[in-house]
């Protein structure tokens, strides 16, 4: 069963033209909730973490929220730069050091 | 500052061939990981070493191997290559000081299985 759910797969978008971005998590006692971007031909650039419902966190033109069952990518007024697949992730419950576990991403297209 | 360097960046195989793909990081930190990324089914952890001198599996550790060399380099063996291995791998690494350390990742070794 999936931990970490992305929706939607794949979402093209008219420059300035704002969205969201989903991600909802069915582990118990989430301890950090993580979103990346990844440019093709590149590793996951890390961009923010979430602890609790109710936080959220902004970089530029991206604001993520967090929820007891989701968290969201908020995209305001997007440039054709912002173009990449968005990747969410939790954080496994063995302390910290055994990784992250992370959804199948969202491919993002702004189109100019 | 490199961060975390992967070699090599692409690699042909063919069915049976052993090969080493090589990972260090200069920022000190305390894990290291190894992932896979394959269409349609995102990123997967291999193995981790959680600190020097540990190793530990993950999701999808068969046919793999790992060494933690030392504090900077973690190396992934593939001893017998299966067009299944076909893939991206992602080295990772992350000070994991406690909740909430985010993983650095390099840019990937491309691996191709005859």
């Known amino acids: 069963e999936d931990q970490v759910t992305q929706s939607p797969e794949a979402l093209r978008l008219q420059e300035g033209e704002s969205s969201s971005l989903n991600c909802s998590y069915t582990?118990?006692?989430?301890?950090?909730l993580f979103w990346y971007r990844q440019d093709p031909g590149k590793g996951p650039e890390f961009l923010f973490t979430?602890?609790?419902a109710g936080e959220e966190k902004e970089k530029e033109r991206l604001k993520a929220t967090l929820t007891k069952k989701e968290s969201f990518l908020h995209i305001t007024a997007p440039k054709p730069e912002d173009s990449a697949t968005y990747l969410c992730a939790v954080e496994n419950p063995g302390g910290g050091a055994d990784g992250l576990t992370f959804g199948k991403g969202t491919h993002l297209i702004i189109q100019p | 500052n490199a961060g975390v360097t992967q070699t090599p960046k692409f690699q042909v195989l063919k069915t049976g061939q052993s090969m080493t793909l090589q990972c260090a990081q200069d920022?000190?930190?305390?894990?290291m990981y190894w992932y896979r990324q394959d269409p349609g089914m995102g990123l997967r952890l291999i193995y981790y070493?959680?600190?020097?001198?540990?190793?530990d599996k993950g999701e999808v550790p068969n046919g793999y191997n790992v060494s933690r060399l030392n504090k900077r380099e973690f190396s992934l063996r593939l001893e017998s290559a299966a067009p299944s291995q076909t893939s991206v791998y992602f080295c990772a690494s992350s000070e994991a000081s406690g909740r909430g350390s985010p993983l650095h990742f390099g840019n990937g070794t491309r691996l191709t299985v005859t």
């Open positions: 920022m000190n930190h305390n894990s």
């Open positions: 070493s959680a600190s020097e001198g540990t190793t």
């Open positions: 582990v118990s006692g989430l301890r950090g």
């Open positions: 979430l602890y609790s």
